[in-house]
């Protein structure tokens, strides 16, 4: 008697849904290589990565503290805080490119974007003013500086609607790469020419970008342009923002964005005054900041993936233990320069890192259909951190003549973020395999 072939075990709902999973990444991916066949997309990415490196030249306002107080006589504080109010409104920006886009075309809006976010920095190369500055450059600037941001997410994710988290991190990469160049394009026209000139230049280099950038800022011909785009329902239920606000699982991701946000923005407005405290001479100060900015760049990319793999909670929490560890670093820095290297690589993934992560947690808990707003509101918390990180850091040096005091009190945020996200309800993309 011969023996029956042996059945073949069910699979589990569990691996039901693993496999789900990876065929659509596998889906997304092959579509993702199909659509770059495609001359409009390509256009898109191309004017997409253009806008977002212009805005690059917001990270390296560091390299201009020290010119503009010798010239002007401000202290470390009242010059650094017109980059606190670059962040602060940032997020106000993101909120108004919604309402513009009620008004204006797509193009239109971010002309008008491409014209008032570098005008401000072009006008402050004429004036003495510190009220001037703040308003210009501060508030307009940033205002407008969330414009263009909000603008390139959003038209390239209509180009590539299968693919949001590669494009999305893409293109907030490319912003972090960019800073690597104006610094380095900042040290060589200060080298020759005064700040008022070298901040003039670079401001008109940025609107004529901007502008040819617009040319592919529209909506596509067509709802989905990608090649073999396919549209799948969320798992998540969409949530209007009012009630987002209600949600414990908001408030514990808004407090740890904005204790990382502080920390970041507060080392990239400070970071050559930093390094040089540390023993660095200029250009050593100016290549930790552009390494900080590769590392802010690769964070984007980075916790994207870690995402997917991890879920939230292992994520952000992998994230505050890398911000710690910038801060730890620079504790131990002193006057070695791998060290100080290494607390900013740290602190420019984290940066980065949620950055990022801000997009995948608003899609992954509140769902797609109110993303436009409940991401403008997850960016409040830039407006806090704006302010308290490179305040902190410029008290402590203009009071005490340090940094280093500043230190303890981000390390303590640290701890106090992943005790938040002890609490926050996990969700994982990805397979736990029983």
């Not at 607390?343 to 992954?364: D, E, P, Q």
């Amino acid at each position: 008697m011969g023996m029956s072939a042996p059945q073949k075990r069910p699979q589990s709902v569990s691996a039901q849904i693993c496999q789900r999973h990876i065929a659509q990444d596998g889906e997304r991916m092959s579509s993702l290589y199909k659509a770059l066949g495609n001359k409009d997309q390509l256009k898109m990415v191309v004017a997409g990565l253009v806008g977002m490196s212009m805005l690059g030249f917001v990270y390296t306002w560091s390299i201009f503290l020290q010119p503009i107080e010798q010239e002007l006589g401000w202290t470390r504080s009242d010059v650094v805080f017109t980059f606190n109010l670059i962040m602060m409104f940032f997020p106000v920006g993101i909120m108004l490119a919604g309402v513009l886009n009620k008004i204006l075309s797509l193009r239109a809006t971010y002309l008008l974007a491409a014209v008032c976010f570098p005008a401000g920095f072009f006008v402050l190369s004429f004036i003495d003013s510190l009220m001037g500055m703040y308003l210009l450059c501060g508030v307009v600037g940033g205002i407008f500086f969330g414009v263009v941001y909000n603008i390139v997410l959003y038209v390239s994710n209509l180009y590539f609607p299968n693919n949001t988290g590669v494009i999305s991190g893409l293109m907030q990469a490319s912003l972090g790469v960019s800073t690597l160049f104006w610094g380095k394009f900042a040290e060589c026209i200060l080298s020759v020419a005064s700040w008022r000139v070298g901040i003039r230049y670079m401001a008109l280099m940025i609107m004529v970008m901007i502008v040819l950038s617009s040319v592919q800022m529209r909506k596509p011909k067509v709802p989905s342009v990608e090649a073999g785009a396919t549209t799948s329902s969320s798992e998540v239920a969409d949530v209007h923002w009012r009630q987002m606000l209600r949600e414990k699982d908001f408030w514990l991701f808004w407090i740890t964005r904005a204790t990382i946000v502080a920390g970041g923005v507060g080392i990239f407005g400070n970071a050559v005054p930093i390094a040089m405290e540390n023993g660095a001479v200029v250009s050593q100060a100016v290549f930790a900041l552009g390494l900080m900015s590769v590392s802010n760049a690769l964070g984007r990319l980075l916790f994207g993936i870690v995402w997917d793999a991890l879920g939230a909670k292992r994520t952000i929490i992998s994230n505050c233990i890398v911000f710690a560890g910038s801060f730890a670093a620079l504790m131990l820095a002193g006057h070695s320069f791998a060290v100080l290297l290494a607390a900013f690589v740290f602190c420019g993934l984290s940066y980065g890192g949620i950055t990022v992560l801000g997009v995948s947690f608003n899609k992954g808990y509140y769902g797609v259909k109110y993303f436009q707003e409940n991401y403008g509101w997850t960016t409040t918390a830039t407006i806090v951190a704006g302010f308290i990180g490179p305040s902190l850091l410029a008290y402590y040096k203009t009071n005490y003549g340090t940094y280093a005091s500043a230190y303890y009190a981000f390390l303590v945020g640290a701890l106090v973020a992943m005790a938040c996200i002890l609490f926050l309800k996990d969700k994982k993309h990805g397979c736990n395999q029983p």
